[in-house]
């Protein structure tokens, strides 16, 4: 069963945890995960770029679904996503899940 959620009830938060590099084009972000925690409800407002940089087993539930996906992905292979998306990463595994993601900003 899925369970949707009121994303204008949700308290959303940043999209990683630190901002390495910003400039008119990008925005690159470092995302750490610790077992057993969440990152927290976020919006993806600009298209991006997932390199993960550790092997983790994650969790990523969407807001406007409630769907629950299990990506499985392969360190320093980018992943493509849309803007537009509202979720929460769970790490379900036994160690901590790295990765580096860059949002694509549009030109003006």
Same mark, same amino acid.
Do not use: A, Q
């Given at each position: 069963m899925t369970t949707k959620y009121d994303i204008n009830t949700l308290k959303l938060g940043p999209i990683g945890d630190t901002v390495m590099f910003e400039?008119?084009?990008m925005r690159v972000w470092?995302? @750490?995960?610790?077992?057993?925690?969440?990152?927290?409800?976020?919006?993806?407002?600009?298209?991006?770029?997932?390199?993960?940089? @550790?092997d983790g087993e994650i969790e990523i539930e969407s807001a406007l679904t409630g769907q629950i996906e299990k990506p499985k992905s392969v360190i320093g292979s980018p992943i493509w996503r849309e803007a537009g998306e509202v979720h929460d990463l769970r790490n379900v595994g036994a160690t901590t899940y790295r990765n580096i993601l860059i949002e694509l900003k549009r030109p003006d």
């Open positions: 400039n008119d084009r470092d995302f @750490t995960v610790e077992p057993g925690k969440s990152k927290g409800w976020h919006k993806h407002e600009l298209p991006y770029v997932i390199i993960p940089m @550790t």
